[in-house]
């Protein structure tokens, strides 16, 4: 019987790859984002694979639709051993211009939703003596112009990741976190736009201060997520990797 992950924010970008690798592994997926009609398409490239894909819609800063969601999967797909929290948002701003709500939407997907889908999955892998929790940080967490909300709680989710793999290491669960630098999606495509500058021309000057001269795509984010949901990675816990071309810290 296939293993059945979890990944948040997957309707597109680096969530819509995930799903997908995550099936070519051999999990079946729920895809889980605030639309659910919007998970169709990761869902057909889920199904494409041969496994079995499930679109779910929920916020996951809202725990009883958090709860209410991961119930539905494991009734539906089977108890989840995987967890993907990659749901993001961004409300990008000057320190001076930056609204309470542009604080406290970006701290309440990014960590209280990571919080609220952990807590929520860890039920079911704590039962399993398995599991896998995979954290999605960011190159930001070092710190980045105009994102005061959105490097806190990368880095947030850095410290996160540390805690509950000393908590739960002892129930052949590992934590881990991927923080990824220039990847191309939808969202960096909206920074450009928020800066004035052409996506093409936002690439192009990102690849040069990159050392492998090239901006990431959702599979290079995959392929490391992959690597950390696998039976093989059953000794790495606590672990922030940087997939960003080069060494950031």
Known sequence: MARVAIVTGAARGIGAATAERLAAD?????????????CADTVERV??????GLAVGADVSDSVAVDAAVTRVAEELGAPSVLVNNAGVLRDNLLFKMSDSDWDTVMNVHLRGAFLMSKAAQ???TEQKWGRIINLSSSSALGNRGQAN?????????GFTKTLAIELGK?????????????VTDMTAATAERIGVGFEELQASAAKQIPVQRV???????????????EGAGFVSGQVI??????LN
């Open 26 to 38: 051999g999990f079946d997926v729920a895809v889980l984002d605030l639309d659910e009609a919007a």
């Open 216 to 230: 990431g795509r959702p599979e290079d984010v995959a392929h490391t997520i992959s690597f950390f949901a696998s």
């Open 242 to 247: 940087y997939v960003a071309g080069g060494p």
């Open 150 to 158: 959105y490097s806190a709680a990368k880095a947030g989710l850095q």
């Open 123 to 125: 039920k079911y892998m």
């Open 171 to 183: 129930f052949g669960i590992t934590v881990n976190a991927v923080a990824p630098g220039f990847i």
């Open 47 to 52: 199904t494409k694979t041969g496994r079995r």
